[in-house]
């Protein structure tokens, strides 16, 4: 007998020492364990599949992007590496701003214009060498005018020399996942006396997907930048006038940015974002044929997610989505909690299927803490991430069980493995007969 409890008691602590592996929720319609690719490049590379082109838009590539989630509406061509013009210069405020954020530089800042930010050419405000001007003021002549030569000068301001500042521009577009984007200056002017390959595949060049995840990343992360963007007409402290130079605006008065560009390899390009209630787009056109079918394709795609698309709340913040097993905890379960709201914008007619998928770590075991991430939660349409995934928080704390308690489960549960068996054994007899 003394063998026998022995043997058993040897079983019970292996018993304890095996880890408990939460599985996926059974509620939700599709789960996977693994990470999607598209959380791992900003969640915008991977789209759901989409119905034939109705927009024909008359442009060699295009985006429609939800800045809320993320969620891309429409694409055309939009991983194609094009020339962007001074849509660069959205990458360009978004560099500036974090700066701003950071400490580095502020809106006070005298900027002093260089021998470099003078020569400048394209479109400028003229400034002369050794003139100063506030950031904010510079900072202006980018966001309504797309001055070249208040560019140059506020990259020198920021980071000591504009090549230094290209870095950085590069530095964020990798942060950001992009992977059609270069930067060769802060203008996307086309020196192509300094950088011969300007204008080539190898050169400066963006892709219309990039320049709505950066475009996202400013409105989003810094909307106080929609105050100057939104501008109509502002002059500069030497007099030099500037009318904005995306006429969008002077039609559409829910249009409040972003970025227009135009070169003749770029041909008429923009990157525009307006709000419908509470409702904001980004769209991003790039190679239209003239500056009035800029506006007519730009407002075609925005008109299209206004239209047909919104956005609703499919879980709240601190809605309870899922109770997972504990390993070795006093509680052998614990509450999972959304961390935030989880948005997605789905289409008003109802067409398509919206998955809610629910990912747990492989292993949770006790302690944990309240608020501890153990796992997320997010939405597929056609098999792909749609939108942002929100994290999964412990609702509480779980303490780690002690010896006898563990010792005392591990015999309870081997017992009622044991005799489940057995009674599974028998009705299996009687079932045959």
């Known amino acids: ?53 109705a927009l024909n838009l008359q442009v060699r590539s295009a985006v429609l992007m939800d800045v809320d989630t993320g969620q891309v509406l429409y694409s055309k061509n939009d991983q194609i590496s094009l020339p962007p013009a001074s849509v660069t210069k959205v990458m360009t405020m978004l560099v500036i701003m974090e700066a701003i954020e950071k400490g580095i530089v502020s809106w006070d800042d005298m900027v002093t214009t260089s021998e470099k930010a003078h020569s400048m050419t394209g479109s400028q405000v003229f400034l002369a060498i050794g003139e100063k001007a506030t950031l904010k003021q510079m900072f202006e002549a980018i966001a309504v005018y797309s001055a070249n030569d208040a560019a140059v000068a506020l990259a020198e301001h920021v980071a000591g020399s504009e090549d230094l500042f290209v870095n950085l521009m590069n530095e964020k577009a990798q942060e950001l996942g992009l992977r059609n984007t270069r930067y060769l200056n802060a203008t996307g002017f086309p020196y192509t006396d300094r950088f011969p390959n300007f204008n080539e595949p190898s050169g400066h060049t963006m892709s219309a997907m990039d320049i709505a995840v950066i475009s996202r990343e400013l409105v989003s992360k810094y909307p106080d930048v929609l105050e100057h963007t939104r501008k109509t007409f502002a002059t500069f402290q030497n007099g030099v006038n500037m009318p904005t130079r995306n006429n969008i605006m002077l039609r559409n008065d829910w249009i409040d940015g972003l970025k227009t560009g135009f070169t003749d390899q770029a041909q008429y390009c923009l990157s525009a974002t307006g709000e419908k209630n509470g409702f904001r787009l980004v769209s991003v056109i790039l190679g239209a044929a003239n500056d009035r079918a800029r506006q007519d394709e730009t407002l075609k795609l925005l008109n299209f997610g206004f239209n047909n698309y919104e956005r ?11 109770v997972v097993k504990v390993d070795k905890g006093k509680e052998r379960e614990v509450a999972l909690l959304a961390a935030q709201n989880l948005n997605i914008v789905v289409d008003k007619e109802g067409k398509h299927t919206y998955n809610q998928v629910i990912e747990i770590n492989e292993s949770i075991v006790a302690p944990i803490l309240a608020n501890t991430v153990l796992g997320r939660v997010y939405y597929e349409r056609d098999g792909v991430m749609i939108g942002e995934p929100v994290s999964l928080v412990a609702k509480e704390d779980v303490e780690k069980a002690g010896f006898l308690r563990l010792l005392g489960r591990g ?5 009622v493995g044991i005799f489940e068996g ?12």
């Not at 408990?20 to 759901?48: D, I, K, R, Y």
């Not at 609703?312 to 899922?322: L, Y």
């Not at 015999?411 to 017992?415: E, G, L, M, N, Y």
């Open 422 to 433: 057995i009674a599974d054994k028998i009705l299996g007899i009687f079932s045959k007969e």
């Open 411 to 415: 015999i309870k549960d081997t017992f």
């Open 312 to 322: 609703q709340t499919m879980i709240r913040g601190k809605e309870e989505v899922k």
């Open 1 to 53: 007998m003394k063998r026998i409890i022995h043997i058993l008691l040897i079983v019970v602590l292996f018993t304890m020492n095996l880890p408990t592996t939460s599985v996926l929720g059974s509620q939700t319609s599709e789960t996977t364990e693994s990470t999607p690719e598209s959380e791992a490049n900003g969640n915008t590379t991977q789209q759901p599949t989409q119905e034939v082109d």
